[in-house]
Every structure is written in C-alpha cells, then in structure tokens.
C-alpha cells in the first residue's frame, strides 16, 4: 500500500499558474511511473500528465505545452507545473503511481488506471 498526498490545489484566474505536489509514503517515485488525473463534474476522470521512472514523459494534448510534469526522487515528491490555465482545467486533481508505465496512454488519451491514488485536491480556473 502506498499513500499519495496532494496538495497545492486553489483558486486561480484564467492565464495564472498553480503548482500541484503530492508526496509518495515511501521511494516508489524513482521506481515507478507517476503521473496527474483530472475529473471534472459530470466528466469522466481523464489523464492528464505522467513521467516514467526513467524521466520520459506524457501529456494530454489539451495541456500540452502549459503543465510540466516532474519529480524530485530524494523528496519522494511529483511535482505539476500548471501555467496559462484555463476555465477547463477547472477539477478534482489526484496523483497516481503505478508499477507499470502509463505515460504513453496519458500522451495517447487510451484509459489505464494506476494502481495508486491520492486524495484529490481541487482546482478551480475561473475567467
């Protein structure tokens, strides 16, 4: 069992920034691919940004080019950068780990479901 803990989530306007953290129970963050989903209400739970074990990345194309994704090993914590945002990125924001990598499905939007999720925290975009 591994516990994910959020935090980082808030109130921004549209084209600010907001950085999300989530810290891992133990070092599973150098082993293990990790990544960000997103639910919205009414939406289902999409992928939005992942980063391998070996540092490769994947982004949904919606967020391509505004979120960074990236981790600190020695700080067991994954980090995602949001930047220009939108009304849209308005959701519930979790982390999620995985021992298998998801990067590539997140980059793909094909649905995958980590074995691992935080709690969630929120983040409202508003205009």
Same mark, same amino acid.
Not at 46 to 70: C, H, L, M, P, Q
Not at 117 to 127: A, C, E, F, I, K
């Given at each position: 069992?591994?516990?994910?803990?959020?935090?980082?989530?808030?109130?921004?306007?549209?084209?600010?920034?907001?950085?999300?953290?989530?810290?891992?129970?133990?070092?599973?963050?150098?082993?293990?691919?990790?990544?960000?989903?997103? +639910?919205? !209400?009414? %939406?289902?739970?999409?992928?939005?940004?992942?980063?391998?074990?070996?540092?490769?990345?994947?982004?949904?194309?919606?967020? %391509?080019?505004?979120?960074?994704?990236?981790?600190?090993?020695? %700080?067991?914590?994954?980090?995602? +950068?949001? /930047?220009?945002?939108?009304?849209?990125? /308005?959701?519930?924001?979790?982390?999620?780990?995985? !021992?298998? !990598?998801?990067?590539?499905?997140?980059?793909?939007?094909?649905?995958?479901?980590?074995?691992?999720?935080? +709690?969630?925290?929120?983040?409202?975009?508003? /205009?």
């Amino acid at each position: 069992q591994v516990d994910l803990v959020e935090s980082g989530g808030g109130s921004v306007q549209a084209g600010g920034s907001l950085r999300l953290s989530c810290v891992a129970s133990s070092n599973i963050v150098r082993r293990y691919c990790m990544g960000w989903f997103r +639910q919205a !209400p009414g %939406k289902e739970r999409e992928g939005v940004a992942a980063i391998d074990y070996d540092g490769t990345t994947g982004y949904a194309n919606s967020v %391509k080019g505004r979120f960074t994704v990236s981790r600190d090993n020695d %700080k067991n914590t994954l980090y995602l +950068q949001m /930047s220009d945002m939108k009304p849209e990125d /308005s959701a519930i924001y979790y982390c999620a780990a995985d !021992p298998q !990598p998801f990067h590539l499905r997140v980059e793909d939007g094909r649905k995958w479901s980590p074995t691992d999720w935080g +709690q969630g925290t929120q983040v409202t975009v508003y /205009s």
